[in-house]
């Protein structure tokens, strides 16, 4: 039976949106279409907008819909930059453990715009490194076109000062965007609190389905399109609207609102116990962003010295165990992980790194057999390092 710890890579669809979406699939009609067909799917898209709104809390007509999280980060990072450009301002500041979807787009502005990009580090529990940030903005604030900071990384569960942050750039006006792919649904995360000027969303992360994301951009504020078309969703990004996966993002939406706080305590408290039961196993291990503040419910990213990471995943997945050694994104590539290089691993210790992810349908069984076949694993793991 296959025991599923690789959450953050995506999660199982709730019946809830399983069921909007074969009933949304059903029906006939393109929400741009003027005839009665079009105007019911457009209704559709606008109620499930309003849901999602909601959960999010920002308003409506700030929710332009994507293909994915990764989509929205590219659509945010490249469009606040030129919009940037066109008033001086070239350098970009992101934070040295973004998803790659900001990684790399900040790499294409260096290469094809001539952007100038700074990382900005973190300490070894892989938070932000905020004086640092605060002396770039003092020293070059009015060459800033934007700023880019997750809310928690995918690796390891951190999450990131981003209220913080806004209060920094506030004060050279810069824009700040977050990618909050993963800490959408599992804990709160308001787009007006945190006075965001964008925001990338997926489906997939927390109940949803695949190929559907967000971003929220602050009403009132345009940027250049990457795509053009039709002209839909303020013409940041034409296409026709996949209302069927709109409809099941908004029923997953409201579903993790309500069940947010017990979420949350139930997988916090089988990560506990899972992270207790490997360190009493493997006593050289450690947890990677343990003693950071604020943690994401249900990630432990692990290192397990004298192993590689990439056979240690093979061995759990002989076992009938999912988990992971970072993003799925990045999955298959030989590589350390430059999250945990950021935080002052070397390049032995990032592969020797495992990051599992639980979920709503983790159980204690599940807990239960991983801790019976770990310590067999890591044996067998730290002979086949040796030879």
């Not at 432990?300 to 093979?314: Q, W």
Request: charged share 20%; aromatic share 4%; proline share 4%.
């Amino acid at each position: 039976m296959l025991i599923y710890l690789d959450h953050a890579a995506t999660t199982p669809m709730v019946d809830v949106a399983i069921k909007a979406m074969t009933q949304q699939l059903s029906k006939l009609g393109n929400p741009s279409s003027l005839h009665t067909p079009g105007r019911s799917a457009r209704k559709d898209v606008e109620e499930a907008r309003e849901t999602i709104a909601r959960a999010i809390d920002c308003q409506p007509s700030e929710i332009i819909f994507t293909g994915s999280g990764t989509e929205a980060d590219n659509i945010a990072l490249k469009g606040l930059y030129w919009r940037g450009k066109a008033v001086g301002r070239n350098l970009v500041l992101i934070s040295a453990i973004e998803h790659h979807a900001i990684l790399d787009s900040a790499q294409w502005l260096h290469d094809h715009e001539g952007a100038e990009i700074v990382m900005i580090g973190v300490d070894t529990d892989g938070v932000l490194d905020l004086s640092q940030l605060a002396d770039l903005i003092a020293q070059r604030g009015d060459e800033i076109a934007v700023i880019s900071i997750m809310h928690s990384n995918n690796e390891t569960g951190v999450i990131q000062p981003v209220a913080q942050v806004v209060e920094l750039a506030r004060v050279a006006s810069i824009p700040v965007h977050c990618d909050g792919v993963q800490s959408f649904g599992k804990v709160p995360l308001s787009f007006q609190q945190l006075g965001l000027t964008a925001l990338a969303l997926s489906a997939h992360k927390m109940g949803g389905p695949l190929g559907i994301g967000l971003l929220v951009l602050r009403r009132g504020l345009e940027i250049p399109a990457l795509s053009h078309g039709g002209g839909q969703e303020r013409e940041i990004r034409s296409g026709t609207l996949n209302t069927p996966s709109i409809v099941a993002f908004a029923a997953a939406a409201q579903l993790a609102m309500e069940k947010m706080q017990e979420r949350s305590e139930w997988i916090t408290a089988l990560r506990e116990e899972f992270s207790a039961g490997i360190l009493a196993l493997v006593p050289d291990a450690y947890i990677n962003g343990a003693a950071a503040k604020d943690r994401l419910p249900g990630i432990i990213n692990l290192t397990f010295p004298g192993t590689e990471s990439d056979t240690l995943l093979l061995l759990l997945d002989a076992e009938g165990i999912a988990c992971s050694t970072g993003a799925a994104c990045s999955a298959g590539v030989q590589r350390p992980s430059h999250v945990l290089l950021a935080m002052g691993h070397d390049d032995r210790s990032a592969r020797s790194s495992l990051r599992f992810s639980l979920g709503w349908t983790t159980t204690g069984e599940d807990i239960d057999q991983v801790l019976g076949v770990l310590p067999y694993v890591i044996e067998r793991a730290r002979a086949a390092n040796l030879r």
